[in-house]
């Protein structure tokens, strides 16, 4: 099996180069470390693509940018890769409002450069994609809501389980990050439902885990133990620090890619977080990380939220599981905790 992936120097990406790589498969990374021109240093990716190639000798790496549409055209018409993993993106809600060409040129045209790629050369391959749940904009936060005393919480029983897939994705303020996801999203249903190809938009909550390059701008839970252990100020932006985010950790986004290319269904969504139990405020995060590195961290409060983030997003993970009943969240939230923490404390411990 042939299995190509964008955005391989990064967080899921990276995990899906060793996922795949352990089964055995041929696998090929597209990344062009934009990242790093995104975020600046602490979003260089280039340790965890040295580190791949480390570990996986027989991955290939290309120094591609997918939103150059000719070379995708031939890079897949020359590997006609069995299975294709879309996770290059510009991932910030705040980057996109200074770079709106950049953000939509990647995030929407790439994807459908990569969709038509595959529609020419592989129309038969699964193709995954890691989609947002920011394609619902600000919607959830119409759910009325209860102020605990760390978090937000859904004041209706039948809210209790988190978003569903059925959420509205119009007429809500999404950033324009959100809105390019929209495009692409949408683009990925359309060549699942119109040209019947194996295709899927995976709508993450906070997807996590050691390999993240966090960054103040994205990879927030990365970024925050990365704050902590190194002593570096953060900043909490608006909802009183009690907005409610799921975790999920890298390696149970891959185990639901897994379970989608066993048996795929053409033009599916699905939610895919931590759910209800890997879920936690940024003071309960704090709280958390402080906790397991025995440090404080030193932060200040912005009142104003970042635009069109959510104030209490649960992923309802109830339609992926009852298409894939063999898929879970097997990775808990305090095992994520301890993870992240351990590598950036011999990350920082190598550095000295
Ligand atoms: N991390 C999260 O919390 C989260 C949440 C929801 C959705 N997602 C989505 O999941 C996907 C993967 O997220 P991630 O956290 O691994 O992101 P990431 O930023 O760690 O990885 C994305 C990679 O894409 C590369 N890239 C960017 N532009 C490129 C281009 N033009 N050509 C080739 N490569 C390019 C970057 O260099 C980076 O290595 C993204 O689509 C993101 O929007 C992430």
Redesign the pocket.
């Known amino acids: 099996m042939k299995v190509l992936i964008?955005?391989s120097?990064?967080?899921?990406?990276s995990e899906g180069i060793s996922h795949f790589d352990a089964q055995g498969a041929e696998v090929i990374g597209?990344?062009?470390?934009?990242?790093?021109d995104f975020f600046g240093p602490d979003g260089d990716?280039t340790w965890n693509l040295e580190r791949l190639k480390e570990r996986h000798p027989g991955f290939r790496h290309i120094n591609?940018?997918?939103?150059d549409r000719q070379s995708m055209l031939d890079l897949f018409a020359q590997e006609k890769p069995d299975v294709i993993i879309h996770?290059?993106?510009?991932?910030s809600h705040d980057l996109a409002a200074s770079r709106p060409f950049d953000d939509f040129d990647?995030n929407a045209v790439?994807t459908l450069n990569l969709l038509e790629s595959a529609r020419r050369s592989c129309p038969e391959s699964p193709f995954v994609f890691?989609?947002?749940?920011k394609v619902y904009g600000d919607a959830p936060n119409n759910l009325p809501l209860d102020e605990l005393e760390t978090r937000w919480e859904y004041a209706r029983p039948e809210d209790w389980a988190g978003i569903s897939e059925s959420m509205t994705i119009d007429q809500s303020k999404h950033s324009l990050f959100g809105a390019s996801?929209v495009a692409a999203d949408v683009m990925v249903q359309e060549y699942g439902r119109y040209f019947d190809m194996p295709t899927v938009a995976f709508r993450?909550?906070?997807?996590?885990g050691p390999h993240?390059?966090g960054a103040e701008l994205?990879?927030?839970f990365s970024y925050l133990v990365k704050a902590v252990v190194n002593e570096i100020p953060f900043r909490i932006f608006g909802y009183k620090g009690k907005q409610v985010r799921d975790q999920i950790h890298s390696r149970d986004v891959l185990a639901a890619f897994d379970a989608f290319i066993a048996a795929p269904r053409p033009g599916a969504v699905y939610n895919l977080g931590g759910g209800r139990e890997n879920s936690a405020s940024v003071l309960e995060s704090i709280t958390l990380v402080e906790e397991r590195v025995g440090t404080r961290l030193d932060h200040t409060y912005v009142p104003e939220n970042r635009a069109g983030d959510h104030i209490c997003y649960i992923s309802d993970l109830a339609k992926l599981r009852a298409d894939y009943p063999n898929w879970d969240v097997r990775v808990s939230l305090g095992q994520i905790v301890d993870e992240i923490c351990e590598a950036a404390l011999s990350r920082r411990a190598s550095a000295a």
Do not use: E, W, Y
């Open positions: 964008t955005g120097s990064g967080l899921i990406g597209v990344d062009n470390n934009m990242r790093a990716t591609g940018d997918i939103r996770c290059a993106a510009q991932p990647v790439g890691m989609s947002t749940n996801k993450g909550g906070c997807l996590t993240h390059s994205h990879g927030f």
